[in-house]
């Protein structure tokens, strides 16, 4: 395959180092992508393939999380006609897309130009969306078992959990269900061995290493340790959702 | 004018096309399983192709309608009769005031959902830019819930110019269907992720047919009656999908996923069923085979090119004039594949 090596592409973050044109129309782009900024363990830097998922879909990935987020922000500004829907996951894009009106190389083409202007390795920070939450009791019964396998007190995990800001990395599951991580290291933990037929909506909880907020009453397999009061969809409402992808998020005890 | 429901069926539903474009907040696309037979059924009795009508899963509905309408019934045959008169499905029929549509039981080896369109539809508030229902969520159609006995439809407001004499007895030809049968064949294209499925996953995928299990609904359904073994453990993290794709969980059961599917999923996905042969999919209930086959992308675009010259059909047209249309798009096919067009960049 031919790699055409393409002045680098001075962007926030990631810059490409390879970019090998595709040989004929239908074949995939291939790009490399490195961290712009060289240091121990950061240059590791990744190769997003495109991968055709059915007719209609192209999935890019694997990128870091906040690359697909930068990346998904980057498609949103510049829409190509016979889009249907962008959706950045934890790591990846997926993109969908009226086959009869868009051709697969042209938002291919639009990618790699997306991609060519820039995806950022970490995210701008902006306000973060306070949720209030209870934490522990009945709003949060597994807080003191999480507690106990995390070998922390109470008070610590509730710490962990507020300390700092954290981001949403998708929405999925449920309309408005935000997975929100990455927690500290201190708070990870497998979901739980046998999941709730019934979590209460506003239910804060944890689980491989991120937090979510039901939105509704819903089955659950992660551990609640909160609850908060704060309306996470509302299909009546604008916006639905009160999170989106890539915003961040700090929760506070009420 | 309204549509009074004596009794639902085991499942009715308000829907139209759906939701395609919320996935990144987490909606689903929802609308009809079988979009093409709920198009169909619009086009026949004067809708636009989005408008809602009602989809009855499993026949055994009971609707009256107080006023002179027009309506059809395409999808699933479940031998509809008008005011105890067998009716043709498929057709738009103009049904006098007061009259009672029944539909029963299956009649023949295949199907699942009809769809009940009446000239005007079915005028459900919209909710994020669709009437359709999604029932996990409880949003959509009627209160997002399922429709029930006692439940009064309203109908919207018919086009100008609509007339009703013109309209009933059209007959949406048989040819220009998708191919509807016991057993569906459903055309597959490679998933993403066979590197930790194997290559022979599809094959296998493809091999057997298998039986839709009990645990089926509008977001999915359960494959049972063979398995495709993951050749390696692995952990995908959560990802985009939508309706068509084939999952494959650790047990090796795969699920396709349907109109009502989550938006993400952290399953391998072994193939993706294409979008015209969603329809065949949708006419299968619980207990009923369906089979895939491979096929590759120039196949699936052709394929949604001729569903949508059918859908190209307007009642006062005829079919000619779709026909001719179809040929067009077919021709420009050939050109697109580069092979006739020496100028292609």
Redesign the interface.
């Known amino acids: 395959m031919y790699l055409g090596l393409y002045p680098s592409c001075y962007c926030v973050g990631w810059r490409i180092v390879a970019d090998a044109r595709p040989r004929t129309?239908r074949a995939a782009p291939r790009l490399i992508l490195r961290p712009y900024t060289r240091g121990v363990g950061l240059d590791k830097g990744f190769e997003p393939q495109f991968?055709?998922?059915?007719?209609?879909?192209l999935?890019v990935?694997p990128l870091d999380n906040a690359p697909a987020l930068s990346l998904?922000e980057r498609l949103s500004e510049r829409p190509i006609p016979g889009l249907?829907?962008?959706?950045?996951?934890?790591?990846?894009?997926?993109i969908?897309f009226d086959?009869?009106v868009v051709?697969?190389a042209e938002v291919y083409a639009w990618v790699r130009s997306a991609l060519l202007r820039g995806v950022g390795a970490t995210a701008a920070a902006t306000a973060p969306v306070i949720i209030r939450a209870r934490f522990g009791g009945a709003d949060g019964p597994d807080l003191q078992d999480v507690a106990d396998r995390l070998g922390l007190a109470a008070g610590a995990v509730i710490t962990a959990m507020c300390e700092q800001p954290l981001r949403v990395m998708?929405?999925?599951?449920?309309?408005?269900?935000p997975?929100i991580g990455p927690l500290p290291p201190a708070l990870h933990l497998p979901r739980r061995d046998t999941p709730r037929a019934e979590v209460p909506a506003g239910s804060v909880a944890i689980a491989a290493g991120m937090a979510g907020i039901y939105p509704?009453r819903l089955p659950g397999g992660w551990h609640v340790i909160g609850r908060t009061d704060a309306v996470l969809?509302d299909?009546?409402r604008r916006?639905?959702?009160l999170l989106?992808?890539g915003d961040w998020v700090r929760f506070e005890p009420a | 004018m309204r549509l009074h429901v004596l009794s639902p069926g085991p499942l009715a539903t308000v829907q139209d096309l759906g939701r395609?474009?919320?996935?990144?907040?987490?909606?689903?696309t929802s609308g009809g399983m079988d979009r093409f037979a709920l198009q169909a059924a619009n086009l026949l009795v004067g809708n636009g192709p989005s408008a809602a009508a009602m989809e009855i899963t499993g026949g055994g509905a009971l609707v009256e309608i107080d006023e002179v309408g027009v309506l059809a019934v395409t999808g699933a045959d479940f031998g509809q009769t008008l005011n105890g008169l067998d009716i043709p499905g498929w057709a738009s029929v103009l049904a006098p005031a007061g009259s009672t549509l029944a539909l029963g039981g299956r009649s023949q080896a295949w199907g699942a959902r009809a769809y009940l369109a009446v000239a005007g539809g079915v005028d459900a508030p919209m909710?994020?830019g669709a009437r359709s229902t999604y029932l996990?969520?409880?949003?959509?159609g009627i209160d997002?819930r399922p429709i029930r006995a006692g439940d009064v439809l309203p109908i919207g407001r018919r086009a100008p110019g609509f007339d009703a004499a013109r309209l009933a007895g059209s007959v949406w030809p048989a040819t220009a269907r998708p191919m509807y049968r016991p057993s569906a064949v459903a055309r597959v294209?490679p998933?993403?992720h066979l590197d930790c499925l194997g290559e022979a996953a599809l094959a296998r995928l493809c091999a057997e047919p298998w039986r839709v299990s009990l645990n089926s609904n509008r977001m999915g359904y359960r494959l049972e009656g063979g398995r495709v073994p993951h050749i390696r453990p692995c952990s995908l993290?959560?990802?985009?999908?939508?309706p068509?794709?084939v999952q494959v969980p650790p047990d090796g059961a795969p699920i396709v996923l349907m109109a009502d599917a989550?938006?993400?999923g952290g399953y391998p996905?072994a193939a993706?069923?294409?979008?015209a042969d969603l329809p065949l999919l949708a006419q299968a209930l619980p207990g009923d085979t369906v089979r895939f086959q491979p096929c590759v992308?120039d196949e699936?675009?052709d394929a949604?090119?001729v569903q949508?010259a059918w859908l190209a059909w307007r009642p006062d047209e005829g079919f000619e004039g779709c026909l001719s249309a179809l040929a067009g798009h077919l021709g420009s096919t050939e050109l697109?594949s580069?092979q006739k067009a020496p100028n292609?960049?």
């Open positions: 129309r991968l055709p998922v059915g007719e209609t879909g999935l990935g998904a249907v829907a962008c959706v950045p996951a934890a790591a990846s894009v997926l969908r086959p009869l051709r697969r998708l929405i999925g599951f449920t309309p408005g269900y997975y509704a969809f299909a009546g916006p639905p959702s989106r992808a | 395609p474009h919320l996935p990144h907040l987490g909606v689903p909710v994020l996990p969520g409880g949003f959509g997002g294209l998933g993403p993290p959560s990802l985009g999908v939508f068509g794709v989550q938006t993400t996905i993706v069923v294409i979008q992308e699936a675009l949604l090119r949508q697109e580069g292609t960049a």
